[in-house]
């Protein structure tokens, strides 16, 4: 499975963004997908997750903010973005999970999110 991420950028604070991950491979084998994000000096942290049956779930820091979304068609998952935020700041990874056999995590290029207060 590989992902490609895309939509970072600079925004002020309150303003939106869309990201996109595109997925291509064995996807049929992938169970969900989520966003991460990691901050300069801290660790990683799980955003958002879709599973495959459409089932989300958020990180409390972004509840009623962001959105998570797919569009099979195109095998691409989206998080929009809205009322940003500076401590939104990060670079923002896709992740894919595969459950069985066995848990694999695939991983793609992170992408920039600045926002500037």
């Known amino acids: 499975v590989q992902l490609q991420a895309s939509g970072g950028g600079l925004v002020q604070a309150g303003g939106s963004l869309r990201l996109s991950c595109a997925a291509s491979g064995r996807i049929s084998s992938i169970n969900a997908m989520s966003w991460y994000r990691q901050a300069p000096g801290k660790q990683r942290e799980l955003v958002a997750t879709i599973t495959s049956g459409g089932i989300t779930n958020y990180a409390e820091s972004v509840k009623g903010r962001f959105t998570i979304s797919r569009d099979t068609a195109k095998n691409t998952v989206y998080l929009q973005t809205n009322s940003l935020k500076p401590e939104d700041t990060a670079v923002y990874y896709c992740?894919?999970?595969?459950?069985?056999?066995?848990?694999?995590?695939?991983w793609g290029q992170g992408t920039q999110v600045t926002v500037s207060s």
């Open positions: 992740n894919a999970r595969r459950s069985w056999p066995g848990q694999t995590d695939y």
